[in-house]
């Protein structure tokens, strides 16, 4: 291929940024490079040998090749008065450097600059993969397909620095509707549970997915209104976006194995607007979930926990003492089963009580319910009797118990602050905590014959499975104890060893929950996932509008970044000092189906375009037509 430029030593030259100086036929560039075009040199050092780099321009530049050019003389040589030559300039990134060695081409990262005069050549076809080292993520089977690339071939990423072996976490930013976040993150997750060219764990992995606004993630197991009205007109769109999933061997289909939980009305059902064909359930914590899991703190404004030390204080001896009381009643009804089995029976208050069942293979928490059951005691007054509050109304009473005061002020928590706590639980149920908070009821327990996890429990647990939790109705307070409640979950199973495969958590709106001071509780478990998240292979997919507004310990723990359109002045910001060149410009102007993604194993961050997804994410955009297959595609 003949050269269409040379390394120029007008600029500094580095073994990691170089510019090319194009070649020039009447005033005007051979070839003209573009931006996210990748180039290539070959030259040679007697130290190393012959020596080949590749490198994505960044930047692209003319001007007229004199320093001390000015608007007068500018206008002499526009009119033929005066000679005046343009330059055309590339500003290049490495990407990968390659010594030639026992007749074949093997990476050796040699920084070395190419000398001046070197002659460049554009990459094309199947040589993509090697100058962006995506070569030997396949030879891995570690290569996730994320869309294409400017010159349509393939882009991928490391799943090592997803999966938390070298990295992990995702984080999009983007202006709202129109950096399509939620577009491509559906996107990647769909490409991880169908792809063939990564590891198979990630096709096991769990998928948690917050649905923060309207009912549009309901509807991921629907058609996509778009794909189906071009499918029929079979326009240049829709065979644009078939070939970029042919070339990604990805079928282009809807997702399986999805559920759908929404908050519980009070006629018992889901509140949804929308989807109303009964596939969305209602979910809900109770008495027993909130105590173990330590929700408590969840209920209460997460600026005030982190700014008042008293309310800090006094939530948190609160929790401990609610524990304790739960812990005390287990107890005592341990004691009381010690014995049981089917064939025995014991004796509650002058009455025979047969347990019913073999409680030996159940977990102490599920004892504690099948006792419940089985004695016949109500069990919110049974709770309510051992310090147990069955509902938020009995929490903020409890504080009115002499004993429960007592205990705080051990602590030396005064009455003012006491008040002051009870008058928040008050308030927190009228910001919806009433609505997750699921008061205990005989009906709520099922049949003691055979333990079942109530019907308000959320699923999450299911191999390959994808949970859409919608918090879109709720209040904020609401929805921090709803994402507190589920990320402890998720900690507490896999700290227990009880979920060996992944778990993505998708959040968007990632600024509400995770802000950048403050944050209480929840921005605590938001940095431990963050930290600590990737050795238990809990890995964070957050997006936001604005990077700058997230907790910097959570945003600049992923591994893997993606910008979407986004503001200039929010570019300038250091959470996207990892664009280089005139990317900052390029994310400023970036259209639907088109990103920039950086990985660490990518040298420089890269374009990317994907395609319009099959699946709905909006409620106005899906079709009727659920998962059939889509064969017929070109």
């Not at 076809?125 to 071939?153: R, Y």
């Not at 149920?429 to 996890?453: A, H």
């Not at 227990?496 to 509400?512: S, T």
């Not at 945003?555 to 200039?568: D, H, I, M, P």
Request: aromatic share 10%.
């Amino acid at each position: 291929m003949e050269p269409i430029g040379t390394v120029t030593g007008i600029n500094p030259i580095t073994p990691y940024e170089f510019y090319v100086r194009l070649n020039v036929e009447d005033g005007k560039p051979s070839h003209i490079l573009q931006i996210d075009e990748i180039v290539q040199a070959e030259y040679e050092y007697k130290r190393f040998g012959r020596l080949r780099i590749y490198g994505v321009v960044v930047e692209a530049t003319c001007r007229w090749d004199q320093s001390d050019i000015t608007g007068y003389k500018e206008e002499i040589i526009s009119s033929g008065g005066m000679v005046g030559i343009p330059i055309y300039l590339a500003k290049v990134s490495t990407t990968r450097i390659m010594r030639y060695s026992n007749g074949e081409w093997i990476e050796d990262e040699v920084p070395v600059p190419p000398p001046a005069g070197t002659p460049i050549i554009p990459v094309k076809g199947d040589e993509t993969d090697i100058s962006l080292g995506f070569d030997k993520l396949k030879e891995k089977g570690k290569a996730l397909p994320i869309g294409v690339l400017m010159n349509q071939h393939v882009a991928y990423l490391d799943t090592d620095y997803i999966l938390g072996n070298n990295g992990a976490h995702i984080n999009v930013s983007g202006l709202s509707g129109v950096a399509a976040k939620t577009s491509y993150t559906t996107f990647l997750i769909y490409s991880m549970l169908n792809s063939t060219t990564i590891p198979k764990e990630l096709a096991y992995s769990r998928f948690i997915i917050f649905n923060v606004k309207g009912e549009g993630l309901l509807f991921l197991d629907r058609w996509n209104r778009e794909w189906k009205e071009r499918e029929r007109k079979q326009d240049e769109d829709f065979q644009k976006w078939c070939r970029m999933f042919d070339s990604m061997e990805l079928k282009p289909g809807v997702f399986q194995n999805v559920e759908f939980y929404a908050p519980i009305k009070k006629e018992n059902k889901p509140d949804v607007n929308y989807r109303v064909d009964g596939a969305v359930k209602g979910f809900g914590w109770d008495a027993l979930d909130v105590v173990t899991l330590g929700l408590i703190e969840f209920l209460f404004d997460p600026h005030e926990l982190s700014d008042n030390v008293n309310i800090q204080l006094t939530v948190s001896a609160l929790s401990e003492i609610l524990e304790r009381n739960y812990f005390s009643m287990k107890i005592e009804i341990l004691k009381k089963l010690k014995n049981s089995s089917k064939k025995e029976e014991e004796e509650k208050k002058g009455e025979k009580v047969h347990i019913g069942y073999d409680i030996d293979g159940l977990s102490d928490d599920q004892k504690v319910r099948a006792y419940l059951r089985a004695t016949g005691y109500e069990p919110a007054r049974y709770l309510e009797e051992h310090g147990v509050p069955p509902s938020i109304d009995a929490l903020a009473n409890l504080l009115k118990d002499p004993r429960i005061k007592e205990e705080l002020k051990e602590e030396e928590i005064i009455d003012k602050t006491i008040a002051a706590v009870y008058r928040r639980i008050k308030a927190a149920q009228k910001l919806d905590i009433g609505k997750v908070w699921v008061e205990l009821d005989r009906d709520l327990f099922t049949s003691p014959s055979k333990y079942e996890e109530p019907s308000y429990h959320i699923n999450w647990d299911r191999k390959g499975g994808i949970t859409v939790i919608d918090i879109s109705k709720l209040r904020h307070r609401a929805q921090i104890f709803v994402v507190g409640s589920i990320l402890k979950q998720v900690l507490q199973k896999k700290e227990a060893g009880l979920v060996k495969e992944p778990i993505f958590i998708y959040l968007d709106e990632l600024n509400k929950y995770a802000p950048r001071s403050g944050g209480g509780p929840l921005g605590d478990v938001f940095r431990d996932i963050a930290e600590r998240g990737r050795s238990f292979k809990i890995i964070l997919i957050g997006a936001e509008q604005t990077a700058s507004e997230v907790d910097y310990r959570v945003v600049t723990q992923a591994s893997t970044t993606v910008v979407g359109r986004q503001k200039l002045a929010e570019l300038k910001k250091d959470e996207y000092a990892h664009l280089v060149g005139a990317q900052k410009d390029k994310a400023a102007h970036l259209v639907q189906g088109e990103v920039i993604v950086d990985q660490p194993f990518l040298r420089v961050p890269l374009l990317v375009k994907f395609p319009l997804t099959p699946w709905s994410t909006r409620e106005d955009a899906e079709t009727s037509e659920r998962s059939e297959s889509f064969d017929d595609f070109t």
